[in-house]
């Protein structure tokens, strides 16, 4: 199994800026992507932003170029540097790791996903 914990939730005012972060931990296959995805109240889970386990970044189009995602796979980590912050962004963001495990034949793609962290972007 994987683990995925968060880090960097808290309140930030509008225009400010933010990193979260995302560790891995457990039987980590080199097939991956990871990525973040957010949930405001009231309103459904969105994607963020994802990377592979190449690096290739994937965002989604409200972020207009504020955000970026990057990663470590040496220490297995994932992090979304956030700037410009609107109040729309106010959400529980949590680490999603889209990987082919092995751990039971035949091997099939799983998502494993973290606690979550809330952050809220207001004045």
């Known amino acids: 199994q994987v683990q995925l914990v968060e880090s960097g939730g808290g309140l930030v005012q509008p225009g400010g800026s933010l990193r979260l972060s995302c560790a891995a931990s457990?039987?980590?296959?080199?097939?991956?992507?990871m990525g973040w995805y957010r949930q405001a109240l009231g309103k459904q889970r969105e994607l963020v932003a994802t990377?592979?386990?190449?690096?290739?970044?994937n965002y989604a189009d409200f972020v207009q170029g504020r955000f970026t995602i990057s990663r470590d796979n040496v220490k297995n980590t994932m992090s979304l540097q956030m700037n410009t912050l609107k109040p729309d962004d106010t959400a529980v963001y949590r680490c999603?790791?889209?990987?082919?495990?092995?751990?039971?034949?035949?091997?099939?793609?799983?998502?494993?996903w973290g606690q979550g962290t809330q952050f809220t972007v207001s004045s």
């Open positions: 990377i592979t386990d190449g690096g290739t970044t």
């Open positions: 999603n790791m889209h990987t082919f495990s092995t751990l039971s034949f035949p091997g099939k793609w799983v998502d494993y």
């Open positions: 457990g039987s980590i296959f080199s097939l991956n992507t």
